[in-house]
Nanobody, 123 residues
């Protein structure tokens, strides 16, 4: 059974940094595409991810985070990361990692989701 567990969220001031982790269990990690999505307070989860990485390690980013966020993975540890720098109050959201064997990219239909980790950025 595929299980994704996020960690690393917290509260930071504007301009600060956080690194999110997503530990994956129950499947061959390297055969899945992975993505990070977010849901701002009082809003629906965004249909487009903020960052994604495919089987070959190719990455893609939403315009809102390009140059500030970096997605990476450690296949040996079955773990996905999201390094977030220069955080802004508008980055405040619940962040979710997602996985899928077929869908790749920011707008893919991911079948597996974690429970989320909260990121709060104060001005």
């Amino acid at each position: 059974q595929v299980q994704l567990v996020e960690s690393g969220g917290g509260s930071v001031q504007s301009g600060g940094s956080l690194r999110l982790s997503c530990a994956a269990f129950g499947y061959t990690y390297s055969s899945y595409c992975m993505g990070w999505f977010r849901q701002a307070p009082g809003k629906e989860r965004e249909g487009e991810g903020v960052a994604a990485i495919d089987f070959d390690g190719n990455t893609s980013y939403a315009d809102a985070v390009k140059g500030r966020f970096t997605i990476s993975q450690d296949n040996a540890k079955n773990t996905l990361y999201l390094q977030m720098n220069s955080l802004k109050p508008e980055d405040t959201a619940m962040y979710y990692c997602a996985a899928d064997m077929i869908g790749c990219g920011l707008s893919a239909e991911y079948n597996y989701w974690g429970q989320g980790t909260q990121v709060t950025v104060s001005s």
